[in-house]
Every structure is written in structure tokens, then in C-alpha cells.
């Protein structure tokens, strides 16, 4: 298991390729939603985007470009769970606005 649970750099690299390739061949997604940092760095590096211009944090919004949309959640571990960093209400908060703009059903 990578430290702290978290992934590799190099698993990060390696997995990005599939991610990527997701993206490109789901053209009509209109909106990603990242739990996590790490998710959130990974689908900027997919759409090849600077990280310093879309910084983190939860239930921010960032245009990738002109059709898609990405939106930010906390992960939701058990810890940032048990620690309220992220609660139930934030996450239906974040989850809904998603589907709003993916225009799904709430």
C-alpha cells in the first residue's frame, strides 16, 4: 500500500493515460466531479490544464472548457468523514449541483 494511502506518482502517471482517453471518447459529459485532490490534479493533467490556474477546494467550479465543467468535492473517506471535514449535507450539496450541471436529475 503507497504511503498514507494515497497513490504513487508514478500510479497517478500511469493511470492518467486511461482517464484521459475517457474524457476524450465521452465527448457529451458536461460535468466531472473530482473527490479529492488528487482526482481533481488528475482530471487537469487529463484535459492538460495548469493546476495553479484551478486551485482546489470543496464545491468549486471550474470550466475546462467551453461544454464541461469540473466540480470539487472532499473525498469522502472515512476520514474526512468521521472528522466532518466532509458531512452528509456537503456532500448531497456538491453531488446535486453536479447533476445540475451534467443536467440530470437531482
Known amino acids: ?15 492518467n493515460a486511461y482517464l484521459t482517453a475517457e474524457l476524450r471518447a ?21 484535459t492538460g490544464l495548469k493546476r495553479g490556474r484551478f486551485p482546489f477546494a470543496h464545491g468549486r467550479e471550474h470550466a475546462l472548457d467551453e461544454s ?11 476520514y474526512n468523514t468521521q472528522t466532518r471535514v466532509l458531512t ?3 456532500f448531497r450539496q456538491v453531488l446535486a449541483r453536479a447533476c445540475e450541471l451534467a443536467a440530470l436529475p437531482g
Open 68 to 78: 464541461r465543467q469540473l466540480i470539487d468535492s472532499y473525498h469522502c473517506s472515512r
Open 1 to 15: 500500500m503507497p504511503p498514507e494511502n494515497k497513490p504513487l506518482p508514478e500510479e497517478i502517471r500511469r493511470c
Open 26 to 46: 465521452l465527448p457529451s459529459v458536461r460535468a466531472v466531479l473530482a473527490l479529492g485532490r488528487i482526482a481533481h490534479d488528475g482530471v487537469l493533467l487529463a
Open 88 to 90: 452528509a449535507a456537503m
